[in-house]
């Protein structure tokens, strides 16, 4: 509902305090974008003045309202909202906007400032989060929520402006947010028509209202942008939706106030000049000192007291759900606190022992299924889906059901989603997922079609969120498809993102191991890279060390060779099984080799250096065995790498193993290379 008192305050100072904050910052870094922030502030003055239900004092409340910046580049924006409206960010913070470690970086970010809800700047993600946000609202709602005890009951609200709207993801998300009905979404497009070229009307010629009609949006608009009670009650407007999300369209001037800047790019991304924050001081009668507030505006913005009564309410209401439903009330509580259940250790430990004792042979795809079967029965937060390819990727399992949407838009309590052929928006509708908490999102597709998903895989290791890659037909073995669907760099280029843990199992028990470990990792998301062909069971002479990400698979005497070993052959994945072949026949010669088998090279990369001798010994040649390109193995100080630096062909995988010479013989010719024994 609207604040009934808001016709006490005065939105015209409210939003040329956001207006002044936003070019003195920008002036004073002489680096930014003072033209959203500016030409936005009277929406910002109906939003988070009337409607947004938040609490200052404690940015992470379960029921808030979520809301994303998707326009990231005008963070300042969002910086002067959280300053005004009484968040921990001091006008120190503000004065040093764009500086060396400060709160205020030049775009937003989450764990950074407080009230942030996501890390935004690459275009068209802020959007696709804020859909994945409002989808685990709605997710959450039907799960927990019981008749007198709504406990999920927010709203989520975007920003964003044209450069979110060209970007292709914004197709991807906007379209499933109207599928699934998401009537809690709310977004309100600054329809400015500038962009850092100029004028977007030659080249950004949309009819965005027909276009958000046709994915089953409500859209509401064009409304003046800077008439706060024209935007108060479009908003008012789309709360009133029940069945689907709304667009509010604003048309605004960027820069508004500036005399000779606004409605130009050059009010998008420089600093207006000091002579030009001047005369818009003039222009708008603010005739206060730079990063100086009027202790009535602040009194105006401030929302300590509404937010702690709001959190109060919410609070009585949840002591009512925990006396009604005390064993739900817990459940909520551990699950938005991310902490997984007590027994998944011991759901972990059954499930590779499980895979341990049957050795069955399947392709780690499978091998995933199966691992998937253990814990999706053990953890109701997890929450699959893949990019049109479930029988492929093999994410579904028999404790998640297909998410679809009643009658009356509510959700049917499934848990894994058919995200249709959209990668990209996958990957940033999961963060979104993660970021509200609730749920551990995961999602599927070929790698290499992780390409398309990659930036938003950055930004899930930039934010260091919970979220889960499942990318199956990982080399050439998937045959016949051929290169446009054959990996080759997609593994290497994976594993260069910091933050991100990649795991290539060799069998089914590595394959629980590396579920194990991404599932239990909350500050990390995770890519499991996994095999179309069938993978035998590698023997082990041990369990524990493979979430170590490499571990010692077989040593001489295992094979029958009571020497030492003279070399060590490295291998991922499908390539450990040639290595084992390369092993036997090596000590059938006499020649004595370790096996290291090393799922992931991150997880190896953190342990300790004496575990790290200890797998691989100083003074003895190493031999990585991949079927990708060869550049990151070299780190690792190895005398040869068998790998692939070309694209692949379409022939059946067995003929491709033979011409891009992955055979036990190549590898056997290798190590002989590697230790002199052949030229």
Known sequence: MANTTATAKNPTLMANAIRALAMDAVQQANSGHPGAPMGMADISVALWGRHLRHNPANPQWADRDRFVLSNGHGSMLIYALLHLSGYELPMAELKNFRQLHSKTPGHPEVGVTPGVETTTGPLGQ?????VGLALAEKLLAKEFNRDGHAIVDHHTYAFLGDGCLMEGIS????????????NKLIAVYDDNGISIDGQVAPWFADNTAQRFQAYGWNVIGPVDGHDVEAVDAALAQAKLSTDKPSLVIAKTHIGKGSPNRANTAKAHGEALGAEEVKLTRDALGWLHEPFVIPAEVYADWDAKAAGAALEQAWDARFDAYAGAHPELAAEFE?????VLPENFAQVAVDAVIQAHTEGQTVA????????????????????????DLTGSNLTNTKSTPALRLEADGSANGGRHINYGVREFGMAAIMNGVALHGGFIPYGGTFLTFSDYSRNAIRMA???????????????????EDGPTHQSIEHVASLRLIPGLDLWRPADTAETVVAWTMAIGNASRPSVLALSRQNLPYAPKRGLDEISKGAYVLSEPADVGLKKKARAVIIATGSEV????????????????????????????????????????????PRIAVEMG???????????????????????????????FGFTPENVVDTVKVALGKKK
């Open 126 to 130: 802020g959007i696709t989060n804020a």
């Open 171 to 182: 197709h991807e998300a906007c379209s499933l947010a109207g599928a699934w009905k998401l």
């Open 334 to 338: 551990r699950r938005m606190a991310g």
């Open 364 to 387: 780690s795809r499978k091998a995933s299924q199966l691992a998937l079967e253990h814990f999706t029965a053990a953890l109701p937060e997890l929450l699959g889906g893949s990019a």
């Open 461 to 479: 290791a930039l934010m260091k969120q919970r979220v889960i890659h499942v990318f199956t037909h990982d080399s050439i073995g998937l045959g």
């Open 577 to 620: 099984q040639l290595a084992l072949h390369a092993q036997v026949a090596l000590a059938q010669e006499g020649i004595a080799v370790r096996v290291v088998s090393m799922p992931s090279t991150s997880v190896f990369d953190r342990q300790d250096v004496k575990y790290k001798k200890s797998v691989l010994p100083e003074g003895l």
């Open 629 to 659: 390109v060869t550049d990151g193995w070299w780190k690792y100080g190895c005398a040869a790498v068998v790998g692939i630096d070309t694209y692949g062909e379409s022939a059946p995988a067995p003929a491709l193993f033979k011409h």
